[in-house]
T-cell receptor
Framework: ETGVTQTPRHLVMGMTNKKSLKCEQH?????MYWYKQSAKKPLELMFV???????ENNSVPSRFSPECPNSSHLFLHLHTLQPEDSALYLC?????????????FGPGTRLTVL | AQSVTQLGSHVSVSEGALVLLRCNYS??????LFWYVQYPNQGLQLLLK??????LVKGINGFEAEFKKSETSFHLTKPSAHMSDAAEYFC????????????FGKGTKLSVKP
């Protein structure tokens, strides 16, 4: 595997389910990100981790719970979601968190909440 | 606060024609500016970025963009469109320096007609 991978690519869940999204980066980077991409809205930054420590939580509801066990893996645990949470969830990684550190994106997980 | 405006959610050009995708930003400090491309069912890929120095920036696949401070613009151009350029394009801004968080525009979907 190369670059940034995400699993699953598609997920359908009910409002009472618990599921997790997984992201893995094979680039040796130190920073990882979760973004939400909804139709007709700009990409929204959700969380940033740098060296496994969360450095940014962009006022995300607690039904989204991130976990970063090491610099290569990032999870997004989902619980009691709402239909408006249906979106494409993108993971990204970068060497550092400065503006000159290019972010590399995974293909995303398409989430549908019924 | 920073913001990004992309004029035109959908642009259609003929193969071989000029591609012009517009991006205007607002920022209280000199910004770092980015263009990303997203092909169907894929994550975002960096096309080019402006940090400091030369205001005309060349990127991959023949694209370039010019930072015009007086117009607060960072329009993306390509002299001759190719069918493979059909994708969605996102402009983004960051504060620069240690502030690497990206603020994205809503995106412009480019269609290329044969």
């Amino acid at each position: 595997e190369t670059g940034v991978t995400q699993t699953p690519r598609h997920l359908v869940m009910g409002m009472t389910n618990k599921k997790s999204l997984k992201c893995e980066q094979h680039l040796g980077h130190n920073a990882m990100y979760w973004y939400k991409q909804s139709a007709k809205k700009p990409l929204e930054l959700m969380f940033v981790y740098n060296f496994k420590e969360q450095t940014e939580n962009n006022s995300v509801p607690s039904r989204f719970s991130p976990e970063c066990p090491n610099s290569s893996h990032l999870f997004l645990h989902l619980h009691t979601l709402q239909p408006e949470d249906s979106a494409l969830y993108l993971c990204a990684s970068s060497q550092g968190v400065t503006a000159t550190d290019t972010q590399y994106f995974g293909p995303g997980t398409r989430l549908t909440v019924l | 606060a920073q913001s990004v405006t992309q004029l035109g959610s959908h642009v259609s050009v003929s193969e071989g024609a000029l591609v012009l995708l517009r991006c205007n930003y607002s920022s209280s400090v000199p910004p770092y500016l980015f263009w990303y491309v997203q092909y169907p069912n894929q994550g975002l890929q960096l096309l080019l970025k402006y940090t400091t120095g030369a205001t005309l920036v060349k990127g991959i696949n023949g694209f370039e963009a010019e930072f015009k401070k007086s117009e607060t613009s960072f329009h993306l151009t390509k002299p001759s469109a190719h069918m493979s350029d059909a994708a969605e394009y996102f402009c983004a801004v960051s504060l620069g320096g240690s502030q690497g968080n990206l603020i994205f525009g809503k995106g412009t979907k480019l269609s290329v007609k044969p």
